[in-house]
């Protein structure tokens, strides 16, 4: 979906779990790149963690990203 246009994007966090990685995207940090690519080019820091927490579940093998918006 297109941005609002009156936002633009600051920033974004990128969690990943740490069994994901090049052999399930082709490539070392080629899921960073896929998340480049959607994002463009903006501050981006992420780490690796064990999985997910939501609600009573744990989750492994996920991808959490948080984008920060600002008015222009």
Known sequence: A???PA???AGAVYVSCSGRG???FGAPGA???IVRHA???VPLVGFFAAGEIARHHVYGYT???TVFT???
């Open 70 to 72: 600002a008015d222009d």
């Open 39 to 41: 994002l463009g080019d």
């Open 22 to 24: 090049g052999p399930h």
């Open 31 to 33: 899921e960073l790149q």
């Open 2 to 4: 297109a941005p609002h």
């Open 63 to 65: 991808g959490v990203l």
């Open 7 to 9: 936002r633009r994007i």
